[in-house]
């Protein structure tokens, strides 16, 4: 293809070539501080470019009135690479994962909360472009369909990203504070079971068609655990011969060694014979209660099983599945004599956690036997 015949025109510095019925104007020029030539394309004809247009256009360039196409390039690049480097909210949350890697605990959680809450209305923007009056809109909208907890705890991954972009001088500290909402005092309700209710839940549990599930709820129940302590729990984690089995990256980031019960001693050796007639990923899985293809179970595939035996023994449609496990399992300890560390230990609080100490307030039994304990011991030494 013959190659395109530049064609002077009679205004100084201005050409042109005809390319597909198409004419492409050009500009030649120096500024005066300068030696350096610039030839650059201007437009075309079909885009309103004529000579004289053109050459208006060179006149303006040579001033420095109008940057050269390199200086415009330089400038967009310049744009994009700031904008990349801008501390928005999206940013400071990828650098906080990032920071904080796969150590974070709750980390599935809280990505969740910042996909689903925080993205689309603050992603894009900096902490020094919120607003007071943003985050109570965000507040007021969430509270329509979530409960003050999950609120308070949405406010508080917000918080938690503008805080970590601050300490790290990523962006300059807000002149207010981003407030969380008052703890709802049902928030802090304790669920307690009553006999019947458990002994239904254990029907429930002999018949439901899952038993992989059957045993994760038992194991929750004769052991007081958060449900995300028997999802991690490994096969190396389960002593049988010394009867032992040991909760590893806890939420309080310690690993946990507990004696095993005659009962979960039990549930383990189904769970073992029940993964031997499972597939071979199950089969071989490390996990204790892995999912069908061997690997850790996620939050969704067990919540919505747990609700359903949950409903199937009549217990309260407000009850949580898990925690009134670990609410029947702490209030029956304490009635029955143990002090509130030994129930810290159990559930994994640390000693003297509000979270225990919650349980004597709400059981009348409870501080009847903390009181009962007291007067022995100090008797005790008047003997």
Known sequence: MPRAVRVQTDYKGVSYVEKNDERIFYITYRRPESRKLYEEKVGRKSQGWTVARAAAERAR????QVQTNEEKRQAIKLAKLAESEKPTIDRLWQLYLET????????????NRYELHIRSTFGKKTPQELAPLDVDRLHLDLLKEHSSKTVSNV????????????????????????QLPKADPDSERIEILTDEQFRELHKVWDDYPDQHIAHLHQFIAWTGSRA?????????????????????????????????????HYILQQQRELLDDSPEAMQTSRF??????????????????????????????????????RDTVASRL????????EVAYQLGHAPGSPMTRRYARFLESAQRGIADRTQRVMDEMLN
């Open 61 to 64: 360039r040579m001033n420095g």
């Open 100 to 111: 904080k890697g796969s150590s974070l605990k709750g980390l599935n959680t809280d990505k």
């Open 155 to 178: 406010l508080e991954l917000l918080r938690r990203i503008v805080n970590f972009g601050i300490r790290k001088k990523l962006c300059p500290a807000l002149d207010w504070t981003i």
């Open 228 to 264: 995300s302590e028997p999802l991690k729990l490994l096969w190396s984690d389960v002593d049988f011969k010394q009867r032992l089995y040991t909760k590893r990256d806890t939420k309080s980031g310690k690993s946990l060694i507990f004696p095993m019960s005659e009962r979960l």
């Open 288 to 325: 204790v209660f892995p999912g069908p293809a061997g690997g850790q179970r996620k939050l969704d595939s067990y919540l919505r099983h747990f609700r359903r035996i949950r409903d199937l023994a009549g217990i309260p449609e407000e009850y949580r599945p898990n925690y009134c496990l």
């Open 334 to 341: 304490l009635s029955s004599g143990a002090t509130l560390d």
